[in-house]
């Protein structure tokens, strides 16, 4: 009951933020001048090197919303090098909802990383292959965040959804708003092969690009949301779920593209799947 008046009440919700501007909308917030905002706010590029990554965050926090970025990943050799953009709240239990690139050697496919945290606990990744060079031009990655699901997308084509079953004692984030981050940063003890292909700091600088951040979402802020009753239409986001043709996709994803799944780690959770992966 009390799933459905919180449903009820946030569908009526309008949308109040949509960002595309950079220097309205973000802040860089470390990387001593190695992130850098240009084009009069119209273009955002991360940089690594061998002394420090970069990354960004939202000037503002949201409570639900769409979130859309186009993104150009490093290009070349990026083996052990990580781009990130993901969704967080703040303290020790916070949720969070990610898309880290993990690079790799020249002719070799970015690995796409997603996780979703909830309370401080995450273990629930999935992996991907993307269906294109992700180097060659800029690609729109998209956070889409309701009361009812997490839909993680690709140029619109969905790759995840993770459902909110809370009716089958599974947590959900939906009452800490979270900012948007992005960072680039050196991970060659993980993020190639598991650490085995490290950092070629020869191809230094590593550089990340960033375009046309929109931000379709209710803003959080000193406590309240800003988000205002008026017609459900207006912000549709907020009831979203997959239609069969967006089920078709979701599907053609991770037939061809999945290289990981946590709900199939039988190994990894030997004493049981997660209880998401067997909910009906």
Same mark, same amino acid.
């Not at 606990?121 to 993307?130: A, N, P, S, V």
């Not at 992005?182 to 598991?194: E, F, I, K, V």
């Given at each position: 009951m009390k799933s459905s008046l919180l449903v009820s009440a946030v569908i009526s919700l309008v949308i109040v933020a949509s960002a595309a501007n950079f220097n309205q909308d973000i802040d860089v917030t470390w990387g001593d001048g190695r992130g850098k905002i240009l084009e009069n706010g119209n273009l955002l590029t991360l940089t690594l090197d061998k002394f420090s990554g970069s990354g960004f965050?939202? !000037? *503002?926090?949201?409570? /639900?919303?769409?979130?859309?970025? *186009?993104?150009?990943? &490093? =290009?070349?050799?990026?083996a052990g090098t990580v781009t990130t953009y993901y969704l967080r709240s703040e303290g020790s239990t916070w949720d969070e909802i990610d898309f880290e690139f993990l690079g790799n050697l020249s002719g070799d496919p970015y690995i796409v990383h997603t996780n979703v945290y909830t309370q401080g @606990?995450?273990?629930?990744? $999935? $992996? /991907?292959?993307?269906? /294109?060079?992700?180097t060659k031009d800029f690609h729109t990655y998209s956070l889409l965040w309701n009361p009812q699901r997490i839909i993680f997308s690709v140029d619109?084509? =969905?790759? +995840?959804?993770? !459902?909110?079953?809370?009716? @089958?004692? &599974?947590?959900? =984030?939906?009452s800490q708003p979270m900012r948007v981050y992005?960072?680039?940063? *050196?991970?060659?003890?993980?993020?190639? +092969?598991?650490g085995l292909v490290k950092t070629d700091w020869s191809q230094a600088p590593f550089t990340a690009a960033? +375009?046309? /951040?929109?931000?379709?979402?209710? &803003?959080?802020?000193?406590?309240? #949301? #800003?988000? #205002?009753?008026? #017609?459900?239409? $207006?912000?549709?986001w907020l009831s979203q779920e997959l239609d069969i043709t967006s089920q078709q996709r979701l599907k053609w &994803? $991770? !037939?061809?593209?999945?290289?990981?799944?946590y709900c199939t780690d039988t190994k990894r959770f030997a004493m049981g799947l997660p209880k998401e992966c067997t909910a009906s």
């Open positions: 965050q939202s !000037k *503002n926090q949201y409570l /639900f919303g769409k979130i859309d970025m *186009n993104i150009k990943l &490093v =290009p070349g050799n990026s @606990k995450g273990d629930k990744e $999935q $992996q /991907f292959y993307l269906w /294109f060079d992700p619109g084509t =969905p790759i +995840r959804e993770f !459902k909110n079953l809370e009716s @089958k004692g &599974v947590s959900f =984030p939906k992005s960072s680039l940063w *050196n991970a060659d003890d993980w993020a190639t +092969r598991g960033y +375009r046309t /951040f929109k931000a379709d979402a209710c &803003v959080w802020s000193s406590g309240k #949301s #800003s988000c #205002s009753s008026t #017609s459900p239409s $207006q912000n549709s &994803v $991770q !037939k061809n593209y999945m290289i990981y799944n």
